[in-house]
């Protein structure tokens, strides 16, 4: 922690007599607990927070408000900064958002606050329409208060360095406040429990639709908080539905229909990409698409039978040549192996051993030319596969098998979106890199690396056949 924080505790030390202020408590990781950290950390500009009630959620972006507007962030370069603070209301603004500020923002570096009702001698139990403060680094800084009742008119034509959400706004002043930090290269932030279903928070933060790559966030539950009670949080998880527990406690977006792969978390099944053993290399799968896209992962499996997914391959409206280029460059790379000949080896749906009027060959023979063999012959029963995936996922006594590497966005984004339709099937939508993960899943992974054996373990067994035979 005093690595981490060590820049907080530089600037207290330059700031005497401020100690006991709740901002520098925080800084000093009193306040703070770990995913916080990663929230103030994260260089993205585009950060969320989908959090349960009394995670710390709302408590970051007040914070990182404070941070900026003062001229004290840790992580970043300080300067000057104009931004908002959007509440869904003005009386949610006031006894939320506007009061954490308050809270944290030391006197001193008040200039000046005006107040849409109420006066600035007691402006926590007013509504404040904006508060300018003296910065560190020189200068006057502004926090603007906004809220979504006041309708999109109202959030046109200010340049922003940072926008604050405190819970989820309608898409429309969403893309509003986009506009407001465009010129300055500035950043959006939010924090909020996801009480609303699948809005658009969902597709285009949670799942990322866009696979934008300023586009972060991190989920709080009740036992992230180090200051709120295990017995309050027993009792409070006995008395809601299993529905609320998800969204209030785990800050989960809930379903009205069922998500076919439950078992996955992205906390335990996404990882961080490593250097891989050769000797864990399996195999390429690979579902393919003209006008959808083709899909192709790169497998590995290590001694103890644990898949992890490597790399990924994922467009569409490209043609064989080029998928199959894209897929080698990636094996290069790598470093992966390939037979006698020189050429790739990969599973593919048995769908693409078919002529299509369109085509005199194959999809299969316009792999082989371009120096990939695939195999059709993969197991493509889908009741079977799900199961199979779901095993990898969760074994029968809670074990995780199965690891993403964090690079592969739409694997990771079609798990997340899959869902049942009527019966046993899911609905056919997004599913292509799922249907190649099937195909693999279903050939029966397993490392045929064997370490030789050393002196001490061959003794081992011959004694312990000497015993056995004795017994």
């Known amino acids: 922690m005093k690595n981490i924080l060590k820049n907080l505790i530089k600037i207290e030390n330059e700031l005497k007599n401020r100690k006991d202020l709740p901002i520098y408590k925080y800084n000093k990781g009193k306040l703070v607990h770990e995913k916080q950290l990663l929230f103030h950390k994260c260089k993205k500009r585009n950060r969320w927070v989908f959090g349960g009630n009394r995670s710390g959620k709302t408590e970051c972006g007040a914070v990182e408000v ?63 329409d904006f ?53 300055r290269c500035g950043e959006i932030f939010g924090t909020m429990t996801p009480l609303k279903g699948l809005t658009w928070v969902y597709n285009q933060i949670y799942l990322n639709e866009n696979n934008d790559n300023e586009v972060w966030y991190e989920q709080m539950e009740w036992a992230d908080n180090p200051y709120l009670s295990k017995d309050e949080i027993v009792n409070m998880t006995k008395s809601m539905s299993a529905e609320e527990v998800e969204a209030r406690r785990y800050g989960k977006f809930t379903f009205t229909s069922g998500l076919v792969y439950t078992e996955f978390d992205e906390n335990l099944h996404v990882i961080e990409p490593f250097d891989v053993p050769k000797e864990w ?70 769908a693409a051993s078919q002529r299509t009027l369109s085509s005199e060959k194959t999809v299969v023979e316009l792999f082989y030319e371009n120096g990939i063999i695939v195999n059709t012959k993969v197991n493509k029963d889908m009741f079977s596969g799900i199961q199979v995936v779901k095993s990898y996922l969760r074994t029968a006594d809670g074990r995780t098998r199965f690891f993403i590497f964090k690079n592969c966005v739409n694997l990771i984004r079609e798990i997340k979106s899959y869902f049942w339709g009527d019966g046993d099937n899911p609905i056919k939508k997004d599913d292509h890199a799922l249907d190649e993960l099937r195909y693999y899943l279903m050939t029966k992974p397993h490392n045929t690396f064997h370490r030789k054996k050393s002196d001490i373990q061959k003794d081992k067994e011959k004694l312990a056949k000497r015993l056995r035979f004795l017994q």
């Not at 570096?109 to 007013?126: C, F, H, R």
């Not at 940072?162 to 309608?170: I, Q």
């Open 66 to 128: 404070v941070y900026l507007a003062c001229g004290i962030h840790p992580y970043k370069k300080n300067k000057v900064t104009e931004g908002w603070v959007v509440s869904l209301s003005r009386q949610v603004q006031r006894d939320v958002a506007q009061r954490k500020i308050l809270d944290y923002l030391p006197p001193e570096n008040i200039e000046k606050i005006v107040m849409l009702s109420g006066g600035q001698g007691s402006a926590e139990s007013g509504v404040i």
């Open 131 to 183: 508060i300018l403060v003296k910065s560190e680094v020189g200068g006057i800084s502004k926090i603007g208060f906004k809220t979504c009742d006041q309708g999109r008119d109202k959030f046109q034509g200010t340049s922003l360095d940072y926008v604050w959400f405190d819970e989820e706004p309608p898409y429309e002043i969403y893309q509003e406040c986009r506009m407001r930090i465009l010129d």
């Open 281 to 350: 290399y399996d195999n390429i799968s690979i579902d393919p698409g003209l006008h959808n896209p083709l899909s192709a992962h790169f497998y590995a499996v290590d001694f103890d039978g644990n898949v992890y997914v490597l790399a990924e391959h994922y467009e569409k409206e490209k043609d064989v040549s080029y998928h199959a280029k894209c897929i080698k460059d990636i094996a290069d790379r790598l470093g992966w192996k390939r037979n006698n000949a020189g050429k790739l080896t990969a599973l593919i749906d048995p």
